[in-house]
């Protein structure tokens, strides 16, 4: 955070107008997205919300949840009015969907091919019934905007699963006969002579577990970058970073922090660093993770 403060004092020297130093959150262990703002899907299958957000008023996102009553199709609309400054070429606001286990299944921001763009959309198809999260949220700390967000849900049937039992299951070799009465010699005794073992007096020499070596240092892509109380929250694509494990740490070019990474599932894995979100994104999008 130490670079803000001559940012603010060369701003003020010339008249311009100050940059918030805040998060954009009024409170920064609050957690927005555990208090969304319920979308009801009206009879015709439709949603609409509009509002505004004000990085300086400490209005930087919003959150709404979405609860779909069946498997269907969910169709965004986001219809955004940027700030009165023209020259603000950098704006973009913020677009996300996650899914009930709170994964990302849509994203838009300035990382996307959509960047800067005033009208978003997305078609989300074959959605199980369950309840989505939509995450607006500015990226710039002299940023405003305001919106309208529209949707659209149709119910479509759930795919029937259908089992082929037991047609994929192998057929076994006949087994032998078992017959019903002994086979075994008449007047047939087992041998009760004990087996002696001749032993050359040595003790065996105990197995040394060999260790597997350390991984060696991955480079992975960072796909999203988000304020969380605490500091900056990362998402780690792990498709980009094979070996990816809880655990390890991770390290981002020109932040001095270093951080362990967590949450790793199918497709991704979480590290939060103390540093700013800009500080975050200067180090060029990746991030370098260690045993």
Sequence with gaps: MRWIVPTLLFVLACGGPEVPAHSGYKNEKSKPWMKAKALKIDEKGEIKSDGELAYAEYKRARWYSIETPSNGELSLRLEITPPGDATNEDFDLGFEVLSPAFRPIHKSDLEDEDAHE????????????????????????????????????????????????????????????????????????????????KTTGRKPTPAVEKKPPPSAAVTARIMSVNVVPGGTQILIGRGTASGASDGMRAKIAGVGDVAKIGNCKETSCTAVFKATPDQVKAGGGTVTLVP
């Excluded at 405003?144 to 149709?154: C, D, I, Q, V």
């Excluded at 087992?190 to 073992?197: A, I």
């Design 118 to 197: 005033v009208t978003k959309t997305t078609k989300l198809v074959e959605l199980p019934a369950g309840k989505y999260l939509v995450h607006l949220y500015l990226q710039g700390r002299m940023d405003s905007a305001e919106y309208t967000l529209r949707g659209t849900f149709k119910a479509t049937a759930a795919a029937e699963v259908k089992s082929d039992f037991p047609a994929q299951v192998a057929f076994l070799d006949p087994l032998p006969m078992v017959p019903l009465n002994d086979d075994a010699p008449k007047g047939w005794k087992p041998d009760k002579k004990p087996v002696v073992v």
